[in-house]
């Protein structure tokens, strides 16, 4: 199976993306307030992995993301076959 398995931050979804993983910002309803929200999509599905309150975290962990692909999975020495979305 090629594509990058990401479990999202509730920890309720786990999907394998072979397709992207993009950011946007959303208006809370009701409210003037910013959230920053990362999806995902596979060839068959899209799922929303987290949200942060500021755009500088969703980027740091699409960041995050970025180096788990080109490091082929290896973070501070071990070898991980899920990329866990953090909390906030």
């Given at each position: 199976?090629?594509?990058?398995?990401?479990?999202?931050?509730?920890?309720?979804?786990?999907?394998?993306?072979?397709?992207?993983?993009?950011?946007?910002?959303?208006?809370?309803?009701?409210?003037?307030?910013y959230?920053?929200?990362?999806?995902?999509?596979?060839?068959?599905?899209a799922?929303?992995?987290?949200?942060?309150?500021?755009?500088?975290?969703?980027?740091?962990?699409?960041?995050?993301?970025?180096?788990?692909?080109?490091?082929?999975?290896?973070?501070?020495?071990c070898?991980?076959?899920?990329?866990?979305?953090?909390?906030?």
């Amino acid at each position: 199976m090629d594509g990058i398995w990401i479990r999202s931050q509730n920890k309720q979804v786990l999907i394998n993306v072979n397709g992207y993983v993009t950011y946007t910002r959303e208006t809370r309803i009701g409210e003037r307030k910013y959230v920053y929200e990362i999806n995902a999509s596979s060839r068959e599905h899209a799922a929303h992995l987290s949200t942060y309150t500021t755009e500088e975290r969703a980027l740091q962990v699409l960041d995050s993301i970025q180096q788990f692909i080109a490091c082929n999975g290896e973070m501070n020495g071990c070898k991980f076959n899920v990329f866990e979305m953090p909390a906030e």
